[in-house]
């Protein structure tokens, strides 16, 4: 029985021993059997760490598109030095992306390439049926008659049946005949003559002549004074669309008119320079061709005198004056529905001869996507511009030839040249089917090879297409 007892005891002091154990020895003086214990060493717990989740790293809205790389160039082209200062810009019509660009925002002078401008806003004030009227009225003298210019500078001497350079233009004996018949039908002028002829070209204010114009542009055929009494743009041969103007257009329309008259039956007239009275009655009057087709007409050969009747008959429907100087406000105003900026734009005339014209290659470029399109009226631009080896002033043996007549019939386009510049805008059919505008400029010390140049980078443009890069 003691020997069962102890051993309970030796298990109960192990039992003890494995509890304090247990406890992790909280008395460290125990674990060392000294007689002076130790203070409580204090066991620090770390706190149970908070979890935190970073932020969201942010994520695009929207993929981003990849640039298409262009790999076709045409940098070389662009440094031929036969075009001088060069600016230009093209764009794809269908999608208006730039692309190529040197300089095409900044506005520059434009050649004939201006009367694509007069043209369009010709068509939003005139309205593409419009036609100029020349009137005779009665005047206020016993005998006389007043021939009143309504800023036709088409009207013809030629006799009807034979076409000027202006085909379907009316005719001054036409005129004279309607005239003739009236006064003789009129009870109280029958069987009197008449006597005085007075020519009104009021319609039209001075100058004549645009004074930053070429003098030497009269008489080498290419520009006539400004007046809305003329004949056949007053030129020497009324058949010829190049041929010298005589400096007097009313004189000479006085003159043919007068000529016409003696023979309808009123021979002898004389002739003076005046107005219509007020409210004077109409004993006859002829029309021009209507703005659409009068357009074609000049933007095919590129006619001065066309595109300045044009602007001059837009100004004057539009109420901003008979001048010149009416004409930025006009032909700026006449653009505007177009809803294309024409900020830096000045226009000194409607035909491009002045060298103070300035248009960006880059409003040119939008216009042209427009008239590619055929909004509103503007299909009449398209279908008179000339054609690249086909049509108008394209169709000369020095455009589009040898290598570059890969682009014939491809490129739509009007050209340009001054003295201090050549210029060339439209539209190109590319080789991979992509419609470009473009607008080109070489200005400056050129000369007539700059024409080539023009050529030769349009034909690149054109090679290139949609791939045309900007490098």
Known sequence: ????????????????????????????????????????????????????????RPVPGAATAASRVRTCSVAGLATDPRLANFQAQVTNATTGEVLFDRGGTTPSRTASVLKVLTSAAALSVLGPDYRATTTVARGAEPGSVVLVGGGDLTLSRLPSGQESAYAG?????????QTVAAWQADPATAGT?????????????????????????????????????????????????????????????????????????APGVTVTRGTAPAGAAALASVQSQPVSTLIQQALIVSDNALAEMLARLTAVKAGAGNTFGALQKATVDGLAPYGIDTAGIVIADGSGLSDNNAVPPSY???????????????????????????????????????????????????????????????????????????????????????????DTITTGFFRCGNNLSNY
């Open 1 to 56: 029985m003691k020997r069962r007892r102890r051993t309970t005891a030796i298990v109960a002091a192990g039992v003890v021993a494995f509890a304090l154990l247990g406890t992790g020895a909280v008395f460290a003086g125990a674990a060392t059997g000294t007689s002076d214990p130790s203070p409580r060493a204090i066991v620090a717990v770390s706190p149970t760490p908070t979890i935190t989740t970073p932020p969201p």
């Open 169 to 177: 233009a009316p005719h001054l004996d036409t005129l004279a005949a």
């Open 193 to 265: 003559p008449i006597s005085s002829l007075v020519l009104d070209s009021s319609m039209f204010g001075d100058p004549g002549w645009e004074p930053s114009w070429n003098r030497k542009e009269l008489r080498d055929g290419y520009m006539p004074e400004i007046t809305a009494l003329q004949v056949d743009g007053d030129r020497d041969n009324p058949a010829r669309s190049t041929s010298a103007r005589s400096g007097d257009p009313i004189g000479r329309a006085g003159a043919a008119f007068a000529d016409a008259l003696a023979d309808a039956g």
């Open 364 to 454: 040119l470029t939008r216009l042209f996507i427009k008239i590619n399109a055929r909004e509103g009226n503007l299909g009449v631009i398209y279908d008179g511009l000339p054609v690249a080896g086909k049509t108008g002033s394209l169709s000369y043996s020095d455009r589009f030839s040898g290598v570059n007549a890969a682009a014939d019939g491809a490129v739509f386009a009007k050209t340009g040249w001054i003295d201090t510049g050549y210029t060339l805008a439209g539209i190109i059919h590319s080789a991979d089917g992509t419609p470009l505008t473009f607008a080109i400029y070489a200005l400056g010390d050129v000369s007539d090879n700059a024409k080539t140049a023009l």
